[in-house]
């Protein structure tokens, strides 16, 4: 897949999310870590109500608002992963570049990574006259049913 070549190391794990905070030199709160810890757990896209309820039902205490400024800015740092879906924004902890399969079925979004052959990404380069750097596909299907 294209990269950008000043493009920060990939974040592949919770480790890596919480080293990219502290090179950042965003502090590594409590709270900021339970949402961390959460998504890299759950491996799968959630609102910030679902976040806020499983960290609660944990025992985890933390309030909407600590949740909500949390996720704020973890996105914007590109440390976690913001999509805006039908039902709100949803987060996940994949934040490098990859691509979706959205179930129409269930409304789960899965991530994938796609590096689509070379020659296609020179044709849409010439169709375009565009230089392309990245590139994230979006998937649509329903949950194959198994044979009998």
Not at 22 to 50: D, N, P
Request: hydrophobic share 30%; charged share 25%.
């Amino acid at each position: 897949m294209y990269k950008q070549a000043s493009s920060p190391k990939s974040i592949r794990s919770l480790e890596d999310a919480l080293d990219r905070c502290q090179i950042l030199g965003m502090r590594v709160s409590r709270q900021r870590r339970f949402v961390l810890e959460l998504l890299w757990e759950a491996k799968e896209h959630l609102s910030a109500r679902e976040i806020y309820d499983r960290l609660n039902q944990k025992g985890k205490e933390i309030g909407h608002t600590s949740v909500y400024q949390n996720l704020e800015a973890l996105s914007s740092q590109g440390i976690i992963e913001c999509i805006e879906h039908c039902g709100g924004r949803l987060y996940g902890n994949i934040s490098d570049s990859h691509s979706h399969v959205n179930c129409i079925d269930t409304n789960q979004i899965l991530d994938v990574h796609i590096e689509l052959p070379e020659d296609l990404l020179r044709q849409v380069e010439a169709q375009t006259g565009m230089k392309i750097s990245e590139y994230r596909i979006n998937f649509y299907g329903y949950r194959q049913q198994p044979i009998d």
